[in-house]
């Protein structure tokens, strides 16, 4: 479980705070204008902002300051992958970023590669990829990692809908073999709809409890009420 | 395209003009230089032992500015404090810095009289000396170990910020943290930025001049200038200059086949937040501090020991600014005039304009102002007494050697316009005049100022074609300061470069500043 202990994150100027609980094995979407702490809410979160009060644990223990050792996968909209590494390495700087891998974990990183359909193209690199194939590598990475809380920062906005509903359906695929918690930034409505049940509404300076997504749709509150317009 | 047919010929012509007239400087020249020589045959063998200190040197010089240039450009790219801004701009510098001074700052400090020295013999041990092989490297290392760490901080700076994230995500290590973002980076800048700072050690002459000499650190440029001004052996010249043409042309077509890295230097403001800084910071500390003290040190002496000798400097130091003010004004105007008009011509033509540009660009930096200045002597030398045109000939060799810099600036600026506004120009049916004179040179006021303002700059600076062609009556501040150099007044000397430097740096901000005067831009 994610825990959020009245925890404030400061960015130059912009201060945003959260208290709340968010259930091992949720996926919850992020939203709110833009703006409004999204990124900024995740980064924390990552470790890459850290706390100046509050704390953040995960199952009952603060989490460490390194980002590196918080139990937890990240995935950008853009350079989740490094150029002038194959699929291969770049799937397996997951789990050794110095890339010298035992005969057990080859054989894992072989395996997560087939899991997103992509066990042909293990010695391409990144430019000879589709943007579809691109995101695929990276949620190799995330499956590789089995790291317990997934953090998504809009990570197919860039996709058409058609490859958008596909890439979806992958990560729901990893999600449900793993009961991994997911928290995922995005502005569009629908996919919030589409991949989770519960969403964190994040706007002026605030991040609210995670609430059942249908429900908080259904009544919004004025600031998310602003932000989605008439389209409700 | 609502240009006429008669606008387009007309700049066609331009252009092309332009273009001889590149061609006469650098190619004409050097078929001047190559009937007049005889051949290898003539070079003795102090000329091929500074063939050999040309090469070496060169190696030496590019090798350490890079070198040096990785942990300073990695301090400064991960460590935040008060002042990298300005320590950031400071490293442009020494590139609008007078050669000359440079050298004169640099004997201040590590000189037999410097204060390296007073302080080595207050301790009991002997002075230094830099005359030589090992002041032409310093002075080498002095000014482009600035050059790489900007072109390396621009590698750094072009790292998206998710990839650090991405790699501080992993827990990697410091191994698998060069391997995964410093070696791609250093991969992609380190080659063209030593191809480029061998090229600029292989054509530099004022450092030569000023420090080096003998039968160890005499290089090409300064033998063909020995040849010239202490032996009048024009046959000589001229077969140095061949071998220092070729060479050139080596390099240069090298440097075709690999990217060189950009060398306006702007836009270095934003660097991407980093989380490994805290661990590195007493070694990051180390090395910008030795950076700064090895950039500052010396042109603070300058200025330490200058401005209390400016009141008693020989009165000639009035006419030489006057002459230097002459020259640097006159090759300004010309090379942007050359500019403007290479990059008006040339920059909506697409992928030819690139290799255009680049070429002129190559073709610049591969000239060496002394074969340059020997082919004109050889061209002028049948129907007239050279020395008479020292001037207008210094004001256009400068202006070629800021050519290239002025076009990496204008160029993309240039091209930017005609892709933005194309459109607009050709659904508002604007004439060529319009266009030019109401949309083309207000959008490129700012950039225009810069690039006259390091024209100016290098023009002024320059110790060059003007160290073969003047007679004792004629000279600009820089020749002024290596002759006083040269009678060891080094307090003089040191007033001087005071002056200088401040010419330099009024014109140049001037320029700069009359640049972004327009109120319409940002």
Redesign the interface.
């Known amino acids: 479980m994610l825990a959020l202990n009245k925890v404030r994150f400061q960015q130059g100027d912009f201060v945003l705070s959260a208290d709340f609980l968010v259930p091992t094995g949720a996926r919850v979407a992020v939203i709110g204008p833009s703006g409004g702490g999204k990124s900024t809410f995740l ?1 924390g979160i ?3 902002i850290a706390a100046d009060a509050g704390k953040v644990l995960w199952d009952g223990e603060v989490m460490p300051d ?5 139990p ?3 995935l ?1 909209q ?3 992958l ?4 194959s699929v291969m390495d770049n799937v397996a ?2 789990i050794s ?3 010298r891998l035992s005969q057990a974990q080859r054989e894992k990183v072989s395996a997560a590669l087939d899991q997103v359909g992509l066990a042909d193209k293990s010695a391409t690199y990144p430019r000879d990829l589709s943007g579809g194939q691109l995101g695929r590598v990276g949620l190799a990475r995330v499956l590789l990692r089995q790291r317990p809380l997934l953090l998504l920062d809009e990570p197919f906005s860039a996709l058409g809908p058609a490859l958008k509903d596909e890439m979806l359906d992958v990560l729901r695929g990893i999600l449900d073999a793993t009961a991994t918690t997911a928290l995922m930034v995005t502005h569009d409505p629908k996919d919030a709809l589409a991949f989770a049940n519960q969403a964190i509404l994040v706007a002026d300076r605030c991040a609210t409890a995670p609430q059942p997504i249908q429900q908080l749709f259904k009544a919004p509150p004025p600031a998310l009420r602003a932000y989605l317009g008439s389209r409700t | 395209m609502a240009d006429s047919t008669i606008a387009i010929i007309l700049r066609i012509i331009l252009g092309g003009a332009v273009l001889a007239a590149l061609l006469v400087f650098s190619i004409g020249t050097a078929v001047a230089v190559a009937t007049q020589g005889q051949g290898l045959g003539i070079l003795s063998v102090a000329d091929w032992l500074a063939i050999r200190f040309t090469l070496w040197q060169a190696c030496i010089s590019a090798g350490l500015s890079v070198g040096i240039a990785i942990p300073v450009a990695r301090a400064l790219a991960r460590q935040s404090f008060i002042g990298r801004q300005g320590l950031i701009t400071l490293l442009g510098a020494p590139f609008i810095l007078p050669v000359i001074v440079g050298v004169l700052g640099l004997l201040a400090v590590f000189g037999r009289a410097g204060w390296i020295s007073d302080f080595l013999t207050w301790a009991g041990f002997a002075r230094l000396s830099i005359y030589g092989p090992p002041g032409v490297i310093l002075a080498h290392v002095f000014f482009n170990l600035p050059l790489a760490t900007r072109f390396l901080l621009q590698g750094w700076a072009a790292v998206p910020a998710e990839r650090f994230r991405v790699v501080h995500s992993l827990a990697a290590s410091p191994w698998a943290y060069f391997r995964l973002i410093e070696w791609p980076l250093l991969r992609t800048v380190l080659p063209g930025a030593f191809l480029l700072i061998f090229l600029l050690c292989l054509t530099s002459f004022a450092v030569a001049l000023a420090v080096g000499g003998g039968p160890k650190g005499t290089t090409i440029e300064l033998a063909i200038y020995q040849a010239f001004r202490l032996d009048f052996d024009l046959s000589k010249a001229a077969s140095l200059a061949v071998v220092q043409f070729s060479l050139c042309g080596g390099v240069a077509v090298l440097a075709f086949l690999v990217p060189l890295p950009q060398t306006d230097g702007l836009g270095l403001d934003r660097l991407p937040q980093r989380f490994d800084a805290y661990g590195h910071r007493t070694a990051d500390c180390i090395w910008i501090f030795c950076a700064t003290a090895f950039l500052v040190m010396p042109l603070s002496a300058i200025l330490f020991r200058g401005v209390g000798h400016i009141h008693n400097l020989p009165h000639q130091v009035i006419v030489a600014s006057l002459t230097s003010l002459l020259i640097a004004l006159t090759s300004t105007i010309v090379c942007i005039a050359m500019a403007l008009s290479l990059a008006l011509t040339f920059a909506c033509r697409g992928i030819a304009a690139r290799n255009l540009a680049e070429g002129v660009g190559i073709l610049g930096l591969a000239t060496s102002p002394l074969v340059v200045g020997t082919g004109l002597f050889l061209m002028i030398f049948p129907f007239a007494q050279p020395m008479i045109f020292a001037v207008p000939i210094t004001a256009s060799v400068n202006a070629m050697m800021a050519l290239p810099f002025a076009l990496r600036v204008l160029m993309p600026a240039v091209r930017e316009i005609y892709t933005d506004y194309l459109h607009l120009r050709c659904s508002l049916n604007m004439t060529q005049w319009v266009w030019l004179s109401r949309i083309v040179l207000p959008r490129l006021r700012r950039p225009l100022g810069f690039a006259a303002g390091l024209a100016v700059a290098l023009s002024m600076g320059d110790l060059g074609v003007i160290a073969l062609f003047s007679d004792p009556d004629l000279q600009t501040l820089p020749l002024m300061l290596y002759r006083l150099m040269g009678a060891y007044r080094m307090d003089q000397a040191a007033g001087v470069a005071v002056v200088l430097v401040a010419q330099s740096l009024v014109l140049f901000w001037i320029f700069d500043r009359g640049g972004r005067g327009y109120v319409g831009s940002k």
Do not use: K
Request: charged share 15%; aromatic share 12%.
């Open positions: 980064n990552a470790g890459f390194h980002p590196g050792r918080r937890l996968s990240i950008f853009d350079n989740n490094f150029p002038h590494l700087v997951g970023p110095d890339m």
